[in-house]
């Protein structure tokens, strides 16, 4: 059932874009924006809203910056991720 629907191909996108994006925003925040490292994981941890991944940066980090990062960035990614969810139903024919 799951490859005979694109499950595949759904898989290794999702896999790309929880890769990409995070890859993405360490290289422009830490290079071009000059954000701190430990910001940056705050950040990161909250664009996949997971606060596990927070932990871990907390425990790696010297200094409370991840959490100053997810506290920053978690808001936003939580509506974005409610607002293109309603966006992806609609498109593939649901009801909202």
């Keep these: 059932m799951f ?3 694109s499950g ?4 290794l996108v999702g896999a790309l ?12 925040g830490y290079r071009v ?3 701190p490292f430990g910001k940056l994981t705050g950040m990161i941890a909250a664009q996949h809203t997971q606060p596990a991944v927070l932990g871990y ?3 790696k980090s010297a200094d409370e910056a991840p ?5 920053l960035v ?15 139903l609609i498109a593939l024919g649901g009801v909202v």
């Design 3 to 5: 490859a005979a629907n």
């Design 8 to 11: 595949w191909t759904l898989l």
């Design 17 to 28: 874009i929880s890769t990409v994006i995070p890859l993405l925003t360490l290289v422009v």
């Design 33 to 35: 924006l000059k954000i």
């Design 57 to 59: 940066a907390l425990e």
């Design 67 to 71: 959490n100053v990062g997810y506290a």
């Design 74 to 88: 978690y808001p936003v990614a939580m509506i974005t991720k409610i607002l293109l969810a309603q966006v992806l």
